[in-house]
T-cell receptor
Framework: SQKIEQNSEALNIQEGKTATLTCNYT??????LQWYRQDPGRGPVFLLL?????KEKRKERLKVTFDTTLKQSLFHITASQPADSATYLC??????????FGSGTRLQVQP | DARVTQTPRHKVTEMGQEVTMRCQPI?????VFWYRQTMMQGLELLAY????????DSGMPKDRFSAEMPDATLATLKIQPSEPRDSAVYFC??????????????FGPGTRLTVL
């Protein structure tokens, strides 16, 4: 069955450092993958979409990579700030223009 | 500022009661999704519609859950009868899917359901 793995342990880093979050998937080949941010008590917010023919995508301090051979996506936040503290969800498409969400990784940026 | 709205924001009910949750998608979006989020299972897709037609409801317990889109501005998720294991946050999301574009989803604030 399709499976998505994100590090369930919280990631704690110092302000100004680069945060790197990992998303691994098995048993399917998504045409694209999305990353969302979720704050406590709120719905997820779309951040970036990367397609299978794209190796890397950037948006301001965010960078996403997509390795279809390794079946892995990496999400980077450079020059991290305490305001970046949140849970980040990886969501590969299911092949039917819908998404399957990972369980998320909680990022804590210490000032 | 276009956004997805959901009502009610919180609902506490007793086991066996009917629960109806409502969602108003962003005007012009053609796809509506219903999700359920719990600590144990994370964010699960229950059902989704495109141009008001149901595309997939395989994530929903069919015997007690039903989802409909009476018109383009309203999506409903109904649970009858509700059970304590249905306690979760239910999110509605909408998006504009056209050919190879779009696919990002815009989420509402959620309905926090507690079934006693």
């Amino acid at each position: 069955s399709q499976k998505i793995e994100q590090n369930s342990e919280a990631l704690n880093i110092q302000e100004g450092k680069t945060a790197t979050l990992t998303c691994n998937y098995t048993n399917y080949s998504p045409a694209y993958l999305q990353w969302y941010r979720q704050d406590p008590g709120r719905g997820p917010v779309f951040l970036l979409l990367i397609r299978e023919n794209e190796k890397e995508k950037r948006k301001e301090r965010l960078k996403v990579t997509f390795d279809t051979t390794l079946k892995q996506s990496l999400f980077h936040i450079t020059a991290s700030q305490p305001a970046d503290s949140a849970t980040y969800l990886c969501a590969p498409d299911t092949g039917r223009r819908a998404l399957t969400f990972g369980s998320g990784t909680r990022l804590q940026v210490q000032p | 500022d276009a956004r997805v709205t959901q009502t009610p924001r919180h609902k506490v009910t007793e086991m066996g009661q009917e629960v109806t949750m409502r969602c108003q998608p962003i005007l012009g979006h053609n796809t509506v999704f219903w999700y359920r989020q719990t600590m144990m299972q994370g964010l699960e897709l229950l059902a989704y519609f495109r141009n008001r037609a149901p595309l997939d409801d395989s994530g929903m317990p069919k015997d007690r859950f039903s989802a409909e889109m009476p018109d383009a501005t309203l999506a409903t998720l109904k649970i009858q009868p509700s059970e304590p294991r249905d306690s979760a946050v239910y999110f509605c999301a909408s998006g504009l899917v056209l050919g190879g574009k779009g696919d990002e989803q815009f989420f509402g604030p959620g309905t926090r359901l507690t079934v006693l």
